[in-house]
């Protein structure tokens, strides 16, 4: 199996196919309207602007697992992500990223690149604290642990990396850059 081998339905309700991303580096991320680090949908759009000549896309994956906090419609979640950050990547419909009920794109990009930890800071060190006490036994299974997790994937379509969402997405230039 490779990432080609998954699609999933737009915003817009259109069934899409990864592999129309063949030869494109990609950004996918599972985001949501209402949490701490919604703002980086700013610093997304940012990086699809900058590089999508070069071959680059991101693609946002609204989520309402964690703590609810993706509840608006397909309509709302568009409009809200255009009006408010200016989003013009492609985002999917509202789907599941964790356990039984992931899309199986989810199930997949974690079985490449597992989880490795939050990283150091104060975000971080606040998310573990929550995210601990909430999955305990399962703190470090490779499933996703929150909003805003985001896995690169090259040209060929191999999943290069994931970065949790204390990861901002200008930290992320560098590697995207090495991949175009």
Known sequence: MSIYDYSYVSIEDQPTKLSEYTGKVLLIVNTASKCGF????KGLEELYQKYRDQGFVVIGFP?????????????EIAEFCSLRYGVSFPLSEKVDVRGETAIPLYRYLTTQ???????????????????????????NDPQIKWNFTKFLVDR?????????????????????????
């Open 63 to 75: 989520c309402n697992q964690f703590m609810e906090q993706e509840p608006g419609s397909s309509a």
């Open 156 to 180: 060929s379509g191999r999943v290069i990396a994931r970065f949790e969402p204390t990861v901002e997405p200008k930290d992320i230039a560098a590697e995207i850059e090495k991949l175009l």
């Open 38 to 41: 919604t703002p980086q949908y």
């Open 113 to 139: 690149k597992g989880f490795e930890g939050l990283g150091k800071g104060i975000k971080a060190k606040a998310l573990e604290t929550m995210l601990k006490a909430k999955y305990q036994s399962s703190y």
